[in-house]
């Protein structure tokens, strides 16, 4: 960035979230737009990519502590695997983006390039399952994936091709598959809470909205402060209907040939839109210290008499730090102005200042500045490295508090279909009401705001476990005797109504 | 894997080496092939992919330090990118493979598959760089591409889709890019011989075979059991000639406007064939202890006497080795024999054997054997992982001693065309001899004994620098006035020549 109008972000978060959150991904230097002939791709940059290391450093971390091997499956699918599972073909069949030519040849049988690897992997999961010893089966990959769906780009949110993980694995039983799944959306929604700085409702998905083939899709979902939910992670029981497809079958202890169950859990970059609209603002790209490739920048402050002293002074600064782990970055440009550095550094999210200058140097001190709020206060040199630490712990907790605010404040009850809609137009947010689980019942709301239902309260009474009894959750409101909200019938679970991304 | 008569290698890798190959890939379960209507892609499974995550992770750790940034650029390119760098189009247009809809439409402009990423990549770095203050632009990307080549599958080796790691860079003048160029070769030589276990051979492709548009192809190129040779890795000085297709211009310190200087590296898992081709035997896999998944397996001996015993010393015994460091499993399966679990971990590639029967508990001692040679020694307890460790450096030690000597013993010279078909034919290996540069007189030799040059020396006197001066080198041989062996013009050049996978 080498022309100071250019920086500087121009839209506003409230009132513009929309092309404040594309300028902000743009100037930040996170992610470009594809070339032309190529609507729906990006090209993601390396401060943007830096991002998505960090969550496949953690999500690795914790699938390999929990029996996960990472595997590679092939980038295209064939048409007759695509169609073997009907009702994943049904349900992505429009996506898919189709491969008819290998050089000058036209190929015999066209193929996918895959929208998902359920129906590739689970006839090799087949093949490689035969004993109940083989059990439980769980890979992942990291791959990019492609969906050609027709709408309007946003980098991360919403792309033709991204990023990301997908778990797939076989147990014995019901037990072991409904534990799988949940393990998984545990640490998604650890990925958001303890990462991320993002607190996340987990629910499942409405019967008519489940992955298609699934016997329950669990979700994490995040509230955006525009009032949107993002699906940040969904986390499948397949119960039996892919191994049925697929002959995953094993042979268990007493030499009984049984069906295995499966799931398929993924975390795609959009949490990294998620991520960067949950706490960004209007200065630009705000980041946890968890996930910054810079924690701490350095700004000297020196007058040319000054300038040796100082600048001796910020590197010995930077030098403990970096010895004691903290990713530091010394911005001595002379080129530069320290005004001019100070907001280049809060467009890119880097959360914590530090600011030297001859006083500083004098009294052997440093001022410090956090990025979300501009807060700034004095330390000492001796006590550097803790201080620092100390007040990255602050920034995290600083931006978990507002995201948790923003959850807490925004999640509504209504007593009628004007009230749904009244109330997600006027606050966005979520609206719990009693519903007969019907879909037209959503239908009704969608057509006319756009709100859809996305969770219903998720029973995890089955498994036993800590699933994280801090968690936000769908909880049920409805009482046996209920009306649903939209159709006056009896209710039968509790929708969260959101618009969402 | 669960029935004894899958177990074990039946194809001998002296005789049948192409069988044998693919008989450790798929019974080490590495990797298995793809769906009918799928030839020339693989799936890789966790044995596999963990080889590549040490790749993964050792060549991203040397980028890092090198100054290196990964990104992530779109799976696909138009195809007017692909057609603005001629020389590329013309390089790869037939191997390319063409998506043609998205969804239940036909594009309009059909979009390739990524064969490499020069062509979306440069425009990109154009848009980046404007002062030289912007250089060096130093970019990486993990991925898979395809290339849609009509020969047939050799897992790792030959598929139509691999996954590799391309990176790209941009620099202000030529001796930046020729650094670059050479530091990148020089990564990739340290993969292999610290890494791998692998000597291999630094050298420069002939004019005729370089990467097109490239001033200079740089390569690794490794000799297996079997005499050919196997490009392990290119590194290419593109000189200017991408910069100027893509507008790739800089303002130096004087604000004139200059075109920058490129460069482009890649290395595949082309590189896992070599290993596995090069290091294992008629037994199965034979993997480094740098790279192996589980580095020593723990193999308890018991009758039902003794089985507590030997279980609870054995389990110790793995306890202390993991909490050193060490990639330990203990095979404490009820329903399988001893002899029954040496093969099976001799066949996945287990560098060291832990034997543990009650006369090893009673004498507080343990049995350790090497997965190369079967060289057996007696190692006291309390000497543990001070030996264990000793033992899998002299496993690694074995390793690169035998593919080193093979190296060594396989360069051979030629003063007519006869003989240098004749050696081919007889031994394989490479043949060095004086050439006068001109693709016919490869061509000559090439059509009777599908010899070609695999490498020329590489003049690396332009740079400074430590550049692996322990190295197997290309090294000339011609003397002003030699002729050139096939056709007796002047020589003007050494040539290299082998058979290659």
Redesign the interface.
């Known amino acids: 960035m080498?022309e100071d109008q250019e920086l500087g972000i121009t839209e506003q978060k409230e009132y513009n979230p929309g092309e404040w959150y594309a300028e902000v991904v743009e100037k930040a230097e996170l992610a470009?737009y594809?070339?032309?002939?190529?609507g729906g791709?990006?090209?993601?940059?390396?401060r943007?990519?830096?991002l998505?290391?960090s969550v496949q450093d953690n999500l690795d971390r914790w699938f390999d502590e929990t029996g996960v091997?990472?595997?590679?499956?092939?980038?295209?699918i064939?048409e007759?695997?695509l169609e073997r599972e009907k009702d994943v073909v049904e349900g992505f069949?429009?996506?898919?983006?189709?491969?008819?030519?290998?050089?000058?040849d036209e190929l015999?049988?066209?193929?996918a390039?895959r929208p998902t690897s359920e129906s590739?992997i689970a006839?090799?999961m087949a093949?490689?399952v035969?004993?109940h010893?083989?059990l439980p089966l769980r890979?992942n990959q990291w791959?990019?994936v492609?969906r050609?769906e027709?709408t309007e780009t946003k980098p991360f949110f919403r792309t033709?091709?991204f990023?990301w993980q997908e778990g797939h694995t076989a147990h014995e039983d019901e037990a072991g598959a409904w534990e799988e799944t949940l393990t998984r959306l545990d640490q998604y929604q650890r990925l958001y809470e303890d990462v991320f700085a993002m607190p996340v409702m987990r629910g499942a998905k409405p019967d008519h909205d489940k992955f298609p083939g699934a016997d329950t899709t669990t979700t994490v979902e995040a509230l955006m402060p525009d009032g949107k939910s993002v699906q940040g992670a969904t986390s499948h029981n397949l119960g039996q209907s892919f191994a049925e497809a697929f002959d995953l079958t094993f042979s268990d202890e007493d030499e009984v040939e049984r069906v295995a169950h499966t799931t398929s859990w993924g975390l795609s970059w959009r949490a990294l839109g998620a991520l960067i609209m949950t706490h960004s603002d209007d200065q630009g790209l705000v980041l946890p210290p968890t996930v910054a490739p810079e924690q701490v920048v350095i700004v000297p402050i020196w007058q040319e008499d000054t300038k040796e002293s100082v600048l001796q002074y910020s590197a010995e600064i930077a030098a403990e730090l970096e010895e004691a782990g903290v990713r530091v970055h010394l911005d001595d440009r002379d080129?530069r102005n320290p005004g001019f550095k100070y907001n280049e550094w809060e467009l890119k999210g880097v959360p914590l200042r530090l600011e030297i200058g001859p006083n500083e140097v004098a009294d052997g001190e440093i001022t410090a500045v956090h990025r979300p709020d501009g807060e700034q206060t004095t330390t000492a040199r001796d006590t550097l490295v803790e201080d620092v630490e100390a007040h990255l712990d602050e920034v995290y907790a600083k931006l978990y508090a507002t995201a948790e605010e923003n959850l807490e404040e925004n999640v509504r009850e209504a007593d009628s279909p004007e009230e749904i809609m009244g109330t997600i137009g006027q606050h966005g947010g979520y609206v719990r009401t009693p519903w007969c689980g019907d879909e037209a019942c959503e239908e009704a709301i969608k057509e006319k705001v756009h709100a859809e239902i996305v969770a219903v309260p998720l029973d995890e009474s089955a498994v036993e476990g800590d699933h994280r009894d801090n968690a936000h959750r769908a909880e049920a409101v409805h009482e046996p005797g209920d009306e649903c909200t939209v159709c006056g019938d009896d209710a039968v679970e509790t929708a969260y109504f959101a618009r969402s991304y």
């Open positions: 080498s470009s594809a070339p032309e002939g190529m791709f990006i090209v993601t940059r390396p943007g990519y830096s998505w290391e091997e990472n595997a590679y499956f092939p980038l295209f064939p007759d695997y069949d429009p996506e898919v983006a189709w491969v008819t030519h290998g050089g000058h015999e049988e066209r193929l390039v590739i006839p090799y093949q490689w035969r004993s010893r083989d890979l791959c990019s492609v050609w027709a033709k091709e990023l080129e």
